[in-house]
């Protein structure tokens, strides 16, 4: 499965866009990028994902690049509320295909 | 409200004293999924099921048992192998299918006595 490379950390200052960025460099053609986030001692929340397109929902966007190997996560107007552990992940076709969580990017909002 | 339960929140265990761990989710989920989180790292995974009566080694299973007798739930035992059991494990379920997000439980806390 592929793996993935993230900052260690970032902030961002509350109200303006939060970018986040992600590395998958060996993703496979039916693999697709997931996002969720952490916040402290709660499970991880999903966020959003995609295949190929750029996605939008109510609380991101994903850019994909053409060739698939890196992704940003676009919070659009970041709040307080925002500051977790961002986690990048991709996932195979079906849960036999084991989805890795690496460390992830710890995002600070200031005021 | 759909969701997955995982219970309870916070537990302690002996030295040498087996723990089961409880998670049940009522969203018609066929997978299912254990984790373990230690402070400041990603999530690893210990167990997986993608049906009843069947279930996978993930990459730190040992010390670790689990059973899938019902569709909606899936103890996680951490045995007296186990010798540095002190993390946050988290449950998810998901469809069989990657365009399905993995839908996350709170998290159950094991600290040792």
């Known amino acids: 499965d592929a793996k993935t490379t993230q900052p260690t950390s970032m902030d961002c200052a509350e109200g303006r866009a939060a970018n986040l960025p992600c590395n998958h460099s060996t993703i496979s053609g039916n693999e697709y990028v997931y996002w969720y986030r952490q916040i402290h001692s709660q499970g991880p929340q999903y966020i959003i994902h995609?295949?190929?397109n750029n996605e939008t929902n109510e609380m991101a966007s994903l850019i994909i690049t053409e060739d698939r190997k890196s992704s940003t996560l676009i919070l659009p107007h970041a709040t307080l509320r925002d500051t977790a552990v961002y986690y990048c992940?991709?996932?195979?076709?079906?849960?036999?295909?084991?989805?890795?969580f690496g460390s992830g990017t710890r995002l600070s909002i200031r005021p | 409200d759909g969701g997955i339960t995982q219970s309870p929140k916070y537990l302690f265990r002996k030295e040498g004293q087996n723990v089961t761990l409880s998670c049940e989710q009522n969203l018609n989920h066929d997978a299912m999924y254990w984790y373990r989180q230690d402070p400041g790292q990603g999530l690893r995974l210990i167990y997986y099921?993608?049906?009843?009566?069947?279930?996978q080694k993930g990459d730190i299973a040992e010390g670790y048992s689990v059973s899938r007798e019902k569709k909606e739930s899936f103890p996680l035992t951490v045995t007296s192998a186990q010798k540095n059991p002190t993390a946050f494990y988290l449950c998810a379920s998901s469809i069989e299918d990657n365009d399905q997000p993995q839908h996350f439980g709170d998290g159950t806390r094991l600290s040792i006595l």
């Open positions: 099921s993608q049906i009843v009566n069947d279930f």
């Open positions: 992940i991709v996932r195979g076709y079906s849960s036999a295909s084991k989805i890795i």
């Open positions: 995609g295949l190929k």
